[in-house]
């Protein structure tokens, strides 16, 4: 049998991601039978398996938090690759440097 999407009201999914915060999200336009979902963010023909679906409203609010989080992710990861350079350059000092302190 055919999975048919129907249109769905304002709810907004999450799923899983490799990268962090491990979750992308948007906002639902179509679900199937089978439970995949489809995002007016991400666009037709981009299925996906949601973990988690919340009113709309609570979605945006989640995902404003998931992309400061990784803003923050983001910013630590530059700070420790710049700690461990200097590090690697007073410990290692003939080794060419890889990474710019």
Not at 39 to 62: A, D, N, S
Not at 64 to 84: C, G, P, S, V
Request: glycine fraction near 6%; charge should be positive.
């Amino acid at each position: 049998m055919a999975k048919k999407p129907t249109k769905s009201a304002a709810q907004f999914a999450f799923w899983n991601y490799d990268q962090y915060p491990f979750f992308l999200g948007g906002t639902v336009t179509h679900m199937r039978e089978d439970g995949l979902v489809q995002t007016k963010e991400y666009g037709p023909g981009h299925w996906c398996r949601p973990v988690l679906i919340v009113p709309e409203e609570t979605g945006k609010i989640m995902k404003n938090t998931l992309r400061h989080l990784e803003e923050d992710y983001r910013k630590a990861q530059k700070a420790l690759a710049k700690e461990f350079a200097e590090k690697l350059a007073k410990q290692c000092p003939l080794l060419p440097s890889k990474v710019k302190p």
